[in-house]
């Protein structure tokens, strides 16, 4: 969370709260709107374009920003892609990075005026109801590169080409009458080293010039995937995208030097674009002393699975309460009845009484969008803090009604 969304909304957050109830992940429009502008600054050097990462905030009145901003969308579903359709995204500016991928889903990716279609395996050649003109893979570099705890060690991952199929899955497209290419890899996670990501730049690049070589074709982007990571934990540097933006560049203007051209470059972040432009306020309604102390907060997992799922850290403020409160150590939890429901473990907070709204920072990217209902615990809304102070409701929050919506359906039996 930046201290100018804590400025806009610190102020505002009990009226928020009071005339729109709790739970809620409310996101920062100003915030959104900064970050695209620095990413395409720092990438100005080169031509560029950001796919957003749909399943990061796959809420319409987000994604519609993205677009006005010039950015594509990066989908994996149908539903994704029916997102990114619904907010106007043209062919070229929706990419379809699946893996194990139906052929209900191919169908889906192509029609429609198609989208750049970037395949996980090379035997899915065979399953596209056609060969779109326009081809991509995704690269896995196998033990070449680390990856790290989210995404996993690369040859443990089970995305992408391996590096011995790679020129394979080109030379096969190429037979099989795709006309155009493009390069796509993704290993990194939360990443907050350029160093790293500017390591994946080069990497893809050179693959570029040796497929080109050896195939005769020519790659008109190279897609460096999602990853861009952002500072979860207090006092964590934050990454510099500028020197992403400037090692990138380099790297292309050698490659352009060499070859007499350059493919664009691609990036499909998700976290980077809103993960610090949200939070989650929840009020506290429980306190319980047993072998610790509990902070009982009126959310749960369905609003945010990260901390239960990967032990991610999330900061959590106490609203109203950042002097000179006495302090406790406790766990913060939700109602599910699974001990891994828990927003922070041991962690030392101003004193927490019922009634209290919590604050939990950095939700803005798979967030609310991971969220499940396990227990018949719902899914919260969501709002947006808009840039003149104002804000709007752009998700209600799930009802029992949503809960048995498929229990309406029509019977059927298979006789034995
Ligand atoms: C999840 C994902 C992203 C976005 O990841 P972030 O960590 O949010 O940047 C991008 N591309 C692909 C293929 C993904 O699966």
Sequence with gaps: ???????????????????????????????????????????????????????????????????????????????????????????????????????????????HGG??????????????????????????????????????????????????????AYRRA???????????????????????????ARMMLAWAETLEDRLGIRFEFVNLGGGLGIPYEPGSEPLDIAAIGRGVAALVEEFRARRGYAPRIYTESGRYMTGPHGVLVARAINRKEIYRTYVGVDACMSALMRPGMYGAYHHVEVAGKNGSEPREVVDVVGPLCENND??????????????????IHDTGAHGHSMGFTYNGRLRPQELLLRPDGSVERIRRAETVDDYFATLSFEPAVLGH
Excluded at 2 to 18: C, K, V, Y
Excluded at 24 to 39: C, M, P
Excluded at 342 to 355: C, N, S, Y
């Design 342 to 359: 828990k927003f922070a473990i041991q962690r030392e907070l101003p004193r927490v009484v019922d009634g209290d709204l919590i604050v």
């Design 174 to 200: 190429l037979g099989l009458g795709a006309k155009r290419f493009g390069l796509h890899t993704m290993v990194i996670s939360n990443e907050t080293d350029f160093h790293g990501i500017v390591a994946t």
């Design 1 to 111: 969370m930046s201290p100018a969304f804590r400025a806009r909304l610190e102020p505002r957050l009990e009226r928020i709260a009071e005339r729109f109830g709790t739970p809620f992940h409310i996101y920062d429009e100003a915030g959104i709107r900064q970050t695209v502008s620095s990413l395409k600054r720092a990438f100005a050097g080169v031509d560029y374009r950001e796919y957003f990462a749909v399943k990061a905030l796959p809420n319409p009145r987000v994604l519609a920003i993205m677009g006005e901003l010039g950015f594509g969308f990066d989908c994996s579903s149908i539903p994704e892609l029916m997102l990114a359709r619904q907010v106007g995204a043209a062919p070229d500016a929706i990419m379809f990075t699946s893996n194990n991928t139906s052929q209900a889903e191919f169908a889906d990716a192509l029609g």
């Design 115 to 168: 989208c750049i279609v970037n395949l996980d395996d090379i035997s899915l050649l065979d399953k596209l109801p056609e060969i779109p003109e326009l081809l991509c893979f995704r690269y896995n570099p196998g033990p070449r590169r680390q990856g790290n705890d989210i995404i996993g060690k690369p040859e443990e991952a089970k995305f992408g080409v391996a590096h011995e199929q790679y020129e394979e």
